[in-house]
């Protein structure tokens, strides 16, 4: 499994501004919790382009033998680092996403966060395409590419492929930016919540009471519902992240937050256990990852200010949307058409990674910031002529985690 979600033109996240409610001597800027978000693009390069494609191809690379001997096998954390990623993106989503939802009206954040979302996801869809056609002209791959249809297209453009009947996927990574879409619409419903004086736990209660709703009428409604309910799944991971944001940047209770922390574990535990059984035992353990994930991602905002910024990762959490995207199209094509030349799996690493990055920073240049751009243009608030803004307070923030 490997993943969204879900971000902005410049990696910025900013915590609440509110100073009444914000817990005393808390940084407005969570860099760490942006770096994590970089770290998270790369376990899932990873393990795409180094511990399943060795897998597949039934070879042994020391590094990566050393990393599952001493860092994911004791630890056991499940493929090859992939989901650890997905549970960082997941989190971070759930924190971000909910703040901005404190701060924009429902327009504001409807269109901040489709822009955010669909146009690098069209870009790599017809990126995918493009290749699929390669392949089959060149004589590869030909069975892939007689499945793809105008109607097969314009579903994983949409997303719609994933609550589809047969399935044809383009853009592996993607299922989980659909479960990124129904978050925000779960929580732009209840922003509303949380830009009064309401309590706030009303919005991750009704948050799981909607989705335990959907997990006892999974099989009540046909295919395409049942498979919409296993995106349904996973958004308990997103309100472990959104509940964090309460307790460190609303002040929300401890206890009250930590209940619905118990309540989340089991509504996620009764959505995965009757679709995905085998990842709920030692041997495939979502738990271990997400147990992992958790304690990274609360380290970091809690030592927000302590521990001094990395400029790569900066740098990588900037793209890490467009990367999540384009790595998995084109480095694994390049990976897999000059190791059929011969090139040994060091030098198809480089390669691929190589294609990765000339991508990514196309797509990021050429499609994400701008249409991040056209998305805050849209939606910005004109200046008021005596004295202050209409617009939000505070610096802009990176919405993001894969894509938010």
Do not use: C
Not at 306 to 311: H, L, Q
Not at 344 to 367: D, M, Q
Request: proline residues 5%; glycine residues 10%; hydrophobic residues 50%.
């Amino acid at each position: 499994m490997v993943i969204d979600t879900r971000p902005a033109a410049t990696p910025t996240l900013t915590a609440h501004q509110d100073g009444a409610r914000r817990p005393p001597g808390r940084s407005d800027y969570f860099s760490l919790v942006n770096q994590l978000r970089g770290a998270a693009a790369l376990l899932v390069v990873w393990d795409h382009m180094v511990g399943q494609w060795l897998s597949q191809q039934r070879l042994h690379w020391e590094p990566n033998d050393l990393v599952e001997r001493f860092v994911m096998g004791p630890l056991n954390i499940i493929q090859h680092g992939g989901f650890l990623g997905v549970a960082l993106f997941f989190l971070i989503s759930g924190f971000v996403v909910t703040r901005a939802a404190t701060r924009e009206t429902p327009g504001k954040f409807a269109v901040r966060r489709l822009l955010r979302v669909y146009p690098p996801m069209i870009v790599a869809v017809l990126l995918a395409v493009g290749i699929a056609w390669l392949q089959h002209w060149s004589g590869h791959g030909s069975a892939a590419w007689e499945s793809i249809t105008p109607v097969v297209v314009l579903k994983a453009m949409t997303m719609l492929t994933y609550v589809s009947v047969p399935q044809v996927v383009i853009v592996g990574v993607a299922w989980t930016l659909l479960i990124e879409l129904i978050f925000y619409g779960l929580v732009g419903v209840g922003g509303f919540v949380l830009r009064r004086s309401w309590p706030d736990w009303i919005v991750p209660a009704g948050i799981l009471v909607v989705v335990g709703a959907i997990q006892l009428t999974a099989t009540s409604f046909g295919a395409e519902y049942f498979l919409f309910s296993v995106s349904v799944a996973y958004v308990p991971l997103l309100v472990l992240g959104q509940l964090v944001y309460l307790v460190t940047q609303r002040g929300a209770r401890i206890w009250l937050v930590g209940l619905l922390g118990v309540v989340t574990w089991l509504v996620f535990v009764r959505g995965i256990e009757p679709i995905y059984p085998n990842s709920l035992t030692p041997e495939g353990s979502y738990g271990s990852s997400i147990s992992i994930a958790l304690v990274l991602f609360l380290v970091a905002v809690l030592a927000e200010g302590r521990i001094r910024a990395n400029r790569v990762l900066d740098l990588v959490a900037a793209r890490s949307y467009s990367l999540y995207l384009v790595h998995g199209i084109v480095g694994l094509y390049v990976m897999n058409l000059v190791f059929v030349d011969g090139w040994t799996f060091p030098w198809a690493l480089v390669a691929g990674l190589l294609a990765s990055a000339l991508g990514t920073e196309l797509v990021y240049r050429g499609v994400e910031k701008p249409s991040i751009a056209v998305g805050r243009l849209l939606t910005r608030q004109r200046t008021r002529p005596a004295g202050g803004t209409a617009g939000d307070p505070g610096r802009p923030m990176t919405v993001g985690a894969v894509a938010s």
